[in-house]
């Protein structure tokens, strides 16, 4: 069984900073990818970023620039620093891990809105 738990979102004003920040728990090994999707109302879920094992990331067009992924292989962990936030940032972000051979977990989401 895997756990994600996530913590960091919130409300911010534009051009603010947040950090997510999603703690895994269980049965962590194989773990090849992580990553943040996110889920505004009434849109599709979409990949915000991903990394993988051995550090290689990947990110949406929109997020580029302003939003850096990491890992921490030991606590097992990924974390989202998000930088000059825009209001068309505001949704639900959700953690999402892949293990080699056991497919995909997901977080139970965290609110991060961005308003003045």
């Known amino acids: 069984q895997v756990q994600l738990v996530e913590s960091g979102g919130g409300l911010v004003q534009p051009g603010g900073s947040l950090r997510l920040s999603c703690a895994v728990s269980?049965?962590?090994?194989?773990?090849?990818?992580m990553g943040w999707y996110r889920q505004a109302p009434g849109k599709e879920r979409e990949l915000v970023a991903s990394?993988?094992?051995?550090?290689?990331?990947n990110y949406a067009d929109s997020v580029k620039g302003r939003f850096t992924i990491s890992r921490d292989n030991v606590k097992n962990t990924v974390y989202l620093q998000m930088n000059s936030l825009k209001p068309e940032d505001t949704a639900v972000y959700y953690c999402?891990?892949?293990?080699?051979?056991?497919?995909?977990?997901w977080g139970q989401g965290t609110q991060v809105t961005v308003s003045s």
């Open positions: 990394i993988a094992s051995v550090g290689v990331t």
């Open positions: 999402w891990i892949l293990r080699l051979y056991a497919g995909d977990y």
């Open positions: 269980g049965s962590t090994f194989s773990i090849n990818r």
